[in-house]
């Protein structure tokens, strides 16, 4: 009997199928009825999380067997952000979310094959996960089992909030027992996952993390506290010209004037500095004169000068003119630990992790040594670069080491560049982070300016 089965055909040459197929789109569809476009937009929608499915499950096996460290050297997540626009975020995202699903293939392959949304999927994979601790491997499976069988009337948010109801299927006469336990682990979990990161953004800050749930209750609390304080004094003056603001604003507003009266009570602790402190790549005087076009070094972002004048007012200013007799940027031998001088001088050179694609600020990254101290390195700019924890690690050369790895050096125009493993490339070729954008009038010199 003839096997009447679709003959399957390796994940590579699939993909390779679907890009040949989306470049012979026609682009043109002005003349397509409203339910067609409806019944398109669906249907991308599924093709895209069957993609993101299979995504998903290769990356999580690629990262099993350690191909991009076999291959290129690299940790997965670094390879990630090289080989396409990730930035360091969305790389350990990526590879957090692919580990997970990746942990149960029957979802992930369900995902992928359609009859799962992706959203789906990874709710189901959270909720596994938590059960994991408290049910056997049975009961895991029947876990999973009731689990998909919610999906057919449930969403994403719906089904990861599913763990009580499926407790009470799988082991009932246990369900208010692991329910408690459930809980104390959540609480336990979300305390050490509890994170806060900051991104610039084209004149803004934007900020995500992750809080208990019992802090962020009080947290938040405190916001709408002031908010509602802060609306209530808008409407009492009943200032017709005032711009009417969303909640969204007035919480906003709320956390800016919150973060003001701690500075202004002098709350911060000593080891933090209780002011502002700026760090300009501009002459003190031209700064002092002017407050015109310096920028943020932290950010790299120019900061316009009505911002800069009026933090000026009450700013603790680190004027960082390299090379002054204030300040010694070469140690030599001595010491072996970078300076405040130095460490100043870095900053103001690489302004983060210079690794490319990698953005970790200053004030949580590493001098290294690119020659080692143990190898008679010397503690100056000119043998160091600023490096984050992680690519610290992956750059430091080990004693009589001849492996394959990334290594670091200072290009002609004194900034660092790193060169890839063979693996990798076997050419070698040089790659560093895009210069930083300054406004038309924000010096970016590097090397010390004549003396006056």
């Not at 007799?325 to 900053?347: F, M, N, Q």
């Amino acid at each position: 009997m003839a096997d009447d089965r679709v003959s399957l055909l390796p994940a590579g040459v699939v993909l390779g199928e679907v890009a040949r197929l989306l470049d012979r789109i026609e682009p043109d569809r002005s003349g397509l009825a409203p339910q067609a476009r409806l019944e398109w937009v669906a249907a991308a929608r599924r093709v895209a999380g069957r993609v993101e499915a299979l995504a998903c499950l290769l990356l999580a096996e690629a990262d099993a067997v350690g191909a991009s460290l076999t291959a290129r050297g690299t940790p997965m997540s670094s390879w990630l952000g090289l080989e396409h626009p990730l930035s360091k975020r969305e790389a350990a995202g990526a590879l957090i979310r692919a580990r997970e699903l990746g942990q149960h293939p029957v979802v992930a392959h369900a995902a992928a094959r359609g009859t799962l949304g992706i959203g789906q999927a990874r709710a189901i994979s959270q909720v596994l996960g938590q059960l994991a601790v408290h049910l056997g491997p049975e009961q895991c499976d029947r876990a999973e089992a009731v689990l998909l069988g919610l999906a057919a009337t449930m969403d994403a948010d719906r089904l990861g909030r599913a763990a009580g109801r499926v407790l009470e299927t799988v082991d009932p006469q246990r369900a208010n027992e692991l329910n408690e336990c459930r809980l104390q682990q959540q609480a336990e979990t979300a305390h050490r996952q509890r994170r806060l990161r900051f991104f610039g953004d084209a004149g803004s800050v934007r900020f995500d993390g992750s809080l208990p749930r019992v802090d962020a209750e009080a947290w938040m609390a405190l916001l709408d506290a002031h908010a509602e304080s802060q609306r209530r004094a808008v409407v009492e003056a009943r200032d017709p010209v005032a711009e009417p603001a969303t909640p969204e604003q007035r919480r906003a507003d709320a956390l800016i004037g919150m973060i003001g009266h701690h500075h202004l009570t002098k709350q911060a602790p000593t080891s933090g500095g209780d002011r502002p402190r700026i760090l300009v790549r501009l002459d003190y005087h031209r700064l002092v004169g002017q407050a015109a076009a310096a920028g943020l070094i932290s950010l790299d972002e120019p900061l316009s000068a009505g911002d800069l004048r009026r933090l000026c007012c009450d700013a603790g200013l680190v004027p960082a003119v390299l090379g002054t007799a204030s300040e010694v940027l070469d140690v030599g031998r001595e010491h072996r630990l970078v300076t405040p001088a130095i460490r100043t001088a870095l900053t103001l050179r690489d302004g983060g992790c210079a690794f490319p694609t990698c953005r970790t600020r200053p004030a949580v990254c590493e001098a290294h040594h690119i020659r080692p101290w143990w190898d008679g390195g010397p503690t100056a700019l000119t043998n160091l670069v600023m490096l984050c924890h992680h690519h610290h690690s992956l750059i430091e050369p080990a004693k009589h080491s001849t492996r394959d790895q990334w290594e670091v050096r200072l290009a002609a125009d004194g900034h660092p560049e790193f060169l890839p493993p063979a693996r990798q490339d076997p050419q070698r070729r040089p790659q560093r982070q895009p210069p930083p954008h300054n406004g038309p009038e924000q010096s970016t010199q590097t090397r010390p300016p004549p003396a006056a």
